[in-house]
């Protein structure tokens, strides 16, 4: 009886089974019309979680909260971008897309492409794509092509080809996928009902730490309650372009997703760390998996590329004021990579192991 009027009280306020995906949610902030055809997975509404284990691990009062992405349809935060870039791509009469990828903007833009009835042709760098994206694009249906070079090859091509020959090209340099990728600044922000003191995330091309900028600044300028954070972008520090200003030819780190040496979006992350007062550092591939290994230890599995953003935090901690209140951005899900995980973890995993209750129990301890 007890239960039952407890439940009655807390479902309505807690139904959230009907968010329309992020455009229809955020449409007063995006350049749709009436007229956009609507491409969703019902992507966004994904889960600001607190992390105790961070939380006290950095002390002094710190609360640290994870923007979990990695719950997005297919399991990254570009499917924030995707749903915008497939809308308007289908709004402009376009037949094919194309990308460049580490692996998760191929698996969303082939789910997105499919859902809206568009070709994908998807280029990735041979052998450095982790087993489930590559799973992920294949099965979404699309034309997949492995080069012989690493993302930046492919970028460069797949630029070239958007040019000459009716394809839209919908890499973070389609401006339809920042403003998709923004709305989980506005996420955050309607769950904690302030800013974060710092927001922490990977970067790669730097498409992810530009959206969350522009959607921290658009809420600003609405109301000075929501302050702006201090944008703290972390790179592999064997792929870190950014952090050393200069072109890594040959980048390389577990983290896949990130193996970046040139990114697109150069000019607009130095543009982010200048207003922001951020900063961009290195993280070895140890720390990485140090941070990846924390969260999974808290029930939170991501990909490498995202324990980049924590590594990040706790490489700082001696540098965060006290009562501050910080935000990690887990761009993807632990399942992306699962060779990564089964390769670096701190389990008991016994094999060949005798199936008798005796043999199992001693095991065991008992
Ligand atoms: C999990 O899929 O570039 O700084 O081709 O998959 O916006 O590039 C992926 C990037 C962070 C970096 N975390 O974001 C691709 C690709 C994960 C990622 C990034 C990526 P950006």
């Known amino acids: 009886m007890i239960l039952n009027s407890i439940k009655q009280k807390l479902l309505p306020k807690y139904k959230k089974r009907n968010w329309p995906g992020l455009i229809n949610a955020y449409k007063s902030y995006l350049p749709v019309s009436n007229k956009t055809p609507i491409i969703t997975l019902k992507e966004g509404n994904t ?38 870039a497939i809308s308007k791509a289908k709004e402009e009469g376009c037949e094919a897309v194309i990308c460049a990828s580490t692996g998760n903007t191929s698996a969303s833009a082939a789910a997105y492409a499919s859902r809206g009835g568009l070709k994908s042709f998807v ?32 970028l460069e091509i797949v630029q070239k080809l958007s040019k000459e020959y009716p394809i839209t090209l919908v890499n ?7 403003e998709g990728q923004k709305t989980a600044a506005f996420e955050i922000m309607d769950d904690l009902k ?12 730097a498409g992810n ?21 201090k944008m703290m972008g972390f790179q592999s520090s064997g792929s870190a372009p950014l952090v050393d200003n200069i072109i890594v030819k040959n980048p390389e780190t577990i983290a896949t ?16 760390k200048k207003e922001s007062k951020g900063d961009f550092q290195s993280v070895t591939d140890n720390e990485i998996i140090d941070a990846y290994k924390i969260l ?9 590329a995202s324990a980049a953003s924590v590594a990040g935090l706790i490489k700082n901690k001696n540098r965060i004021k006290k009562d501050s209140l910080i935000v990690c951005v887990l761009t993807g899900n632990g399942l992306k990579d699962p060779e990564c995980a089964i390769k670096n973890n701190d389990a008991i995993f016994q ?14 301890g008992y």
């Open 47 to 84: 889960p600001l979680i607190f992390s105790e284990n961070l939380s006290n691990l950095i002390g002094n009062n710190t609360k640290v909260y994870l923007k979990y992405d990695g719950l997005n349809p297919t399991g990254s935060f570009k499917d924030r971008g995707m749903t915008m």
């Open 123 to 154: 280029l990735i760098p041979d052998g450095y794509v982790a087993q489930g994206k590559l799973a992920q694009a294949l099965m979404y249906g699309a034309e997949v092509l492995s080069i012989k070079g690493n993302f930046d090859d492919a």
């Open 194 to 205: 302030t800013s974060p003191d710092w927001l922490c995330i990977p970067m790669g091309n």
């Open 172 to 178: 973070s340099v389609n401006p339809y996928r920042i």
């Open 296 to 304: 999974a230890k808290e029930g939170i599995f991501c990909e490498p």
């Open 257 to 272: 997703a990130i193996r970046i040496g040139n990114p697109v979006n150069r000019e607009k992350a130095k543009i982010v």
């Open 351 to 364: 094999k060949n192991i005798e199936p008798s209750l005796k043999n199992i129990s001693k095991i065991l």
């Open 209 to 229: 730490i530009t959206a969350y900028w522009k959607g921290f600044n658009e809420y600003y300028k609405k109301n000075k309650k929501y302050k702006l954070p």
